[in-house]
């Protein structure tokens, strides 16, 4: 196997000269958009290898769609690029500061984590998305994607290295790692001392073998069960839209609807209401007994594993409840703490929902599908955190930054 | 053995009462002070048990001392309390807002984390300071002190447990945990989804075990192996003033100094005159062979443990450096991350050595000890984290809190 370690030593050397760059840092992100439009033919070939691979391994088709670039696809990675070189940097901010009586002057200034680990499943842009937010953050990063991907991703890799150098700042702030077994995954996890932090981006399972296993410190960005709950007093076609939304507009991300709460008072109204809605895309409800009762024969019984659910699919969880606690006890219970919204028109429900749900976003009269970076105008986005240590919500490069606190004096003592 | 999944699920269970009891909180945290003064005698009869306990046991002298209250440790205790009361409340601050285009009003807003869970060792009176800052921060905490502390710890639960009570507060927001066997500390490592976050408190062995061993999130609080660096720019006397402070005002502490640097055109000057200084004090110096030679015989070779060692004891290790380069990259060798000092009057030199050296505290011509909540001015402190996620530095209520996106819209989808 690699030796990680020596790698991880190698980012660590090399983020010392990028926690200085400034804007080097710029430059080189605008380079590397430019070396991967340069290096177009070289990227979509090593993904037609990579495809042919997967397809002969009879891989899932939407891992397929989620390997496969194009050149529209390389065109994103490439603005991705130039979005986050546009950010403001976040490094140097000063946070807070003041004087303290005895004439210390304390500072608490923003900078960065040092080196920044993302094991990633097969999604291919995400070595220049993950890449260009820590090297904005002042980062280096080792990169672990998934097997299907790596002859991409060593093309994706290449460019990058290549601008770095151009910018005059060393290669090994981008380091992707060659060896895509488990174990490399399990070797990252354990370096302990070499990575500052860890993130996973991908699925339920990734996600939960690294918050699990990981000896180093551990963002865990998010899987989302997030619910709708329809409130007595809601506007009944407002709810329709924003269901709707939420579930069908993409269904495989993290912040789209898995389950519906309605409350009893409007179920026979707002329920049949959101049906129809929804049956334009064929959506499948799964109900309790009373929403049964009151839809007919054509929804399925709702299981305990249903309410748990994250389906990324054209399924809805569906539950009538009696109150506003009722809805709050059944999130707190199911939900993963990622987006929860009310419709309603009552102000004091909507404060009780905002003040009493427990989860990274929390919505009065909107879709679930706007925890986005980029729909909260924070920029690019590493993902999502469903923890509340260090960051929750969407997570910028901002989020990928720490503080250290700058004391100086003329010779105080204790 | 006790069950801990219970006890966490009443603590959240209380925590739902406190994350919004405003001003109900300082009512409690007043009240508690007035239950520890008047338990004062049940306390100590508790501790003079636990004192005599230990004694039989054989456990050493600076363990008892810590172990040991008095009547005025037990003031301390309650003043430490309303010192609490008195700071600002952190939950419910918006820490950001804005409109988005699409009329969306998002605000992130400071909210409790939900159930603390704290390890400790022999020190009664973290007791009562953990709780309160806990309770401060809208949390409830899961308590679990040393053995040899167990009877006074009891005795401070009771009085906490009380105060709640009559603040019209659950009682379990407060829980000591009475098994004090590893058993227990192992289990509360693996509490996951009911404790938000577990901080150990105490020596480089316990800090150590929970991080290699928990499952839930962990906030790393400090142990210090502090370094200053004596610059050839230096003001000798204003050197010799702060390594003096820095090592022997409180040598069993964290922010204590644990190795000198000393820039070799200035070594022949400075460290006569800093040993002067420290021999008031009968400080053991290890050095390196440079500074024996400068120093004579009294000082006894340095060895690659003693740049690493924490020592909490009136013992320094002393480096002879050709440059600021080589202190800096001594620093980031042995370092633990706490507090590092320069002694300058280079201003480039100060600016590179805060700049590059990657530690939660950096001073400039002053004495580590000040890392300190209150010398800080943030108020009284959980611990000073040595991690770079979530906090870095000495922690008050406010670092024991997270964040959530509060987003109001008028029908908005995506």
Not at 303 to 329: M, P, W
Not at 334 to 355: K, P
Request: proline share 3%; with cysteine.
């Amino acid at each position: 196997m690699e030796d990680l370690t020596a790698m991880a030593k190698r980012a660590k050397a090399a983020s010392r000269a990028l926690a200085a760059a400034g804007p080097l840092k710029t430059r080189a992100l605008l380079a590397a958009a430019e070396e991967l439009e340069r290096s177009q033919k070289e990227i979509l070939a090593a993904n037609a290898e990579d495809l042919a691979a997967a397809k002969r391994e009879g891989v899932s088709a939407p891992l397929l769609d989620r390997l496969a670039l194009g050149e529209t696809r390389v065109k994103g990675m490439a603005d991705g690029l130039r979005g986050v070189a546009a950010q403001e940097d976040p490094v140097g901010e000063v946070v807070s500061g003041f004087v303290r009586p005895n004439g210390l002057r304390i500072e608490k200034v923003r900078v960065p984590l040092g080196v920044i680990g993302i094991i990633y499943e097969a999604r291919p842009n995400v070595t220049a998305d993950a890449a260009a937010i820590c090297l904005k953050a002042g980062s280096a990063v080792v990169l672990r994607g998934g097997k299907e991907a790596l002859r991409t991703n060593l093309a994706v890799e290449a460019a990058l290295r290549r601008a770095l150098e151009q910018a005059g700042l060393p290669a090994d702030c981008v380091q992707l790692v060659r060896d895509t077994t488990h174990a490399s995954a399990q070797a990252m996890m354990r370096l302990t001392g070499y990575l500052d932090v860890l993130i996973p981006r991908g699925g339920k399972n990734l996600i939960r073998s690294v918050v699990e296993n990981a000896r180093v410190p551990v963002i865990e960005t998010g899987w989302g069960n997030c619910h709708i709950y329809v409130d007595a007093s809601a506007d009944v076609a407002m709810a329709a839209e924003i269901v709707f939304n939420a579930k069908t507009s993409r269904p495989s991300v993290c912040n789209a609807a898995e389950s519906l709460l309605v409350h009893q008072d409007i179920a026979r109204e707002a329920l049949p209401a959101i049906k129809a809605r929804l049956d334009e895309k064929h959506v499948e409800l799964r109900g309790c007994e009373r929403t049964r009762a009151i839809l007919g024969g054509g929804v399925a019984p709702a299981t305990e594993e249903d309410y748990g659910a994250e389906y990324l699919d054209y399924i809805l969880s569906v539950k009538v409840v009696d109150s506003l606690d009722e809805a709050i006890a059944h999130i707190a219970q199911y939900s993963s703490g990622h987006s929860e919204a009310i419709v309603t028109n009552s102000y004091a429900n909507a404060r009780r929902f905002t003040a009493e749900v427990d989860s990274a976003a929390v919505y009065v009269n909107a879709s679930t599908r706007f925890t986005d970076g980029g729909e909260f105008g924070l920029g690019a986005e590493i993902g999502i955190s469903t923890q509340k240590l260090h960051a929750r919500g969407p997570m910028g490069a901002k989020e990928l930054t720490t503080t250290k606190f700058i004391v100086t004096g003329n010779g105080q003592v204790r």
